[in-house]
């Protein structure tokens, strides 16, 4: 599976009590090559784990990978924060938006059902998603771990 991965989804697959731990762990199982994610996501999930070491462990052992420049994506960083100020999004949230522009065929792995189904890629497209069954998909029916997942 190609993936971008988001803050929680690195936290719930380093913390064995964090409610989607199982849930992150199998999604990681079925990658194939390290997902896209930034630095600011990196420097998120350090802060919540309380360790630079374990982050810096999940990219070197090729869970993930950086891959946004953000001084070569400033100007459209400034644009997306701009549009989406209202919402207070982090530098992490702007960062992956980019990076779902940047590379459409990826879904965002987030537990943030709540920002990430009201921000646009591209101005108006839904950026793809994946996400745990209990994160709160209103729209779609509780299912399996294994139904949620696909390459």
Not at 90 to 117: G, K, Y
């Amino acid at each position: 599976m190609k993936g971008i991965a988001d803050t929680g989804f690195l936290v719930a697959f380093a913390n064995r009590q964090d409610r989607y731990h199982d849930w992150a762990v199998e999604v990681a199982r079925q990658t194939y090559e390290p997902l896209l994610t930034c630095d600011s996501v990196l420097a998120e999930a350090a802060f919540h784990l309380h360790s630079t070491s374990l982050v810096l462990a999940l990219v070197r052992d090729g869970l993930v990978r950086p891959a946004l420049d953000v001084a070569e994506q400033l100007p459209r960083l400034i644009q997306l924060a701009e549009r989406f100020a209202d919402r207070k999004p982090d530098l992490a949230d702007i960062c992956l938006i980019r990076l779902s522009e940047l590379h459409p065929n990826h879904r965002v792995i987030t537990v943030d059902v709540a920002d990430f189904r009201i921000y646009r890629r591209n101005k108006r497209e839904p950026i793809p998603l994946l996400c745990p069954p209990a994160a709160g998909l209103a729209a779609a029916p509780l299912r399996r771990v294994s139904d949620t997942i696909s390459a």
